[in-house]
């Protein structure tokens, strides 16, 4: 029972803690923490609340959760004699309960990522069919089109794309900036951290803080690649690139509405940390954060394995 | 692809290798990237007597706007497929960063 008491809070403090992180302001100081943190958060969220469910439905088994339900497969598989006490209505109902979560997480997760590897796959294909080298930016894929844009297509061989609008759009210095940008998602692979909050998100769609989350992590990502960036270029020029390019606007979309626009809050966040750096956050702060995070991530599947 | 995009009717795996005569390839090598990007969904064929005759599936600017539909994320469905650097904003939104803008290059 207290396995389960445990884990039940844990997973209740992660979405506590990630509502309240979603919303906190410290986190632009220190972008790369608060990606390990939100990581931590959401790993653990997942694990101790599908593992208090399980406690609880597997508790008769005296052998903690991971322990006990290997017990719970072999005792089905050999007609259900090995619980010391009967099974009663809610441990059913919990032991139903965690076994779907967890694998409806599992699923999702491979799914969102077997879909991106398709995706990305597919993209790969056809920027071989239309994308061109040009001397001026080599190393990079333009395609042809008005519109401004630049990506990267992340894997093993990331790739890096800009559209000839952006060309246009932006100055060498600019260009300069937005390509070290770019660079940095592919060193840091922002991608991967990424891919779990897309999938949670596709499996709670209504979940107003997994939105959040997403969109928190989404905009510390680019942060992130900010901060790196900066090293290499002058960070007003990328501010400069980053405010041209929302300004670009009027795309073409086919689908009118479906278009999400980003608010200009977020481009102005980026903008406004780009011009005036705030203070980094403390180093002793920036360490406790990150011990925090490893902690957290540990604290679920020990409670796992812990026997009662 | 660039030269069956270039011809106005189907072609067949002869004439392309003759299109692309400075590349000396063999035959059987473009038989084979014909056969894959036909698999691949990128090029229709049909019977011509004993040969293939080989047209695009799809125009070069229906790829190249695919491509852009992806890279700007107004797919909708927000995928982690790729990492882009700034999504424009519409409308109202767009004239406070223009303004940004210009203050920024006034300094």
New interface residues.
Partial sequence: MITAAAMASLALVCAVGAWRLARARWTYRAPHVAIVLWQALGVTWGLAGTGALLAYALEPYGRGVLYGLHAFAVSAVEGGYGTPEPYDLPRIFALIAGLTTLSVLVVVLLT?GA??LR??RR?R???A???REDPEVPGVRV???P????????GLRSQV?V?KGTLQLLSSAELTA?LA??AA?VRER??LV??P??AL?RALPWSRTVEDA?REVGLL??MA?DDVARRYCSP?RL?????????????P???GA???????SA??A??ERL?TPGPLLPGPVRYGIVAFSLTLTASAPLLWVMPH | ?DVIWAQSSAVTAREVGRLIAERDLAPTTVMTVLDRLTR?G?LKRTRDGRAWRYEPAES?DG??????????????D??????????????P??E???R??TE??DE
Avoid: N, W
């Avoid at chain 1, 519109?147 to 992340?154: D, K």
């Avoid at chain 2, 790829?63 to 909708?76: K, R």
């Fill in positions: 969102a879909q991106t995706a990305r993209h294909t056809l920027l069919l239309v994308a395609v042809d089109h519109a401004a844009a630049a990506y990267c297509v992340p794309v559209s937005v940008h770019e998602h922002h991608d990424l891919l909050f897309a998100r997403q990502v680019e690649a007003r501010a400069t690139a980053l405010l041209r390019f929302g300004a670009a606007g009027a795309i979309t086919p689908h479906l278009g999400a626009a980003t608010p200009a481009v102005m980026r903008v011009i | 692809m691949k990128f070069r790829y190249v706007a695919e491509l852009m539909l992806e890279a700007l994320d107004l797919t909708g927000r995928s982690a497929a790729l990492t882009r650097f700034a999504q424009a904003v519409s409308g939104e767009a406070i960063l223009r940004a803008l920024l290059e």
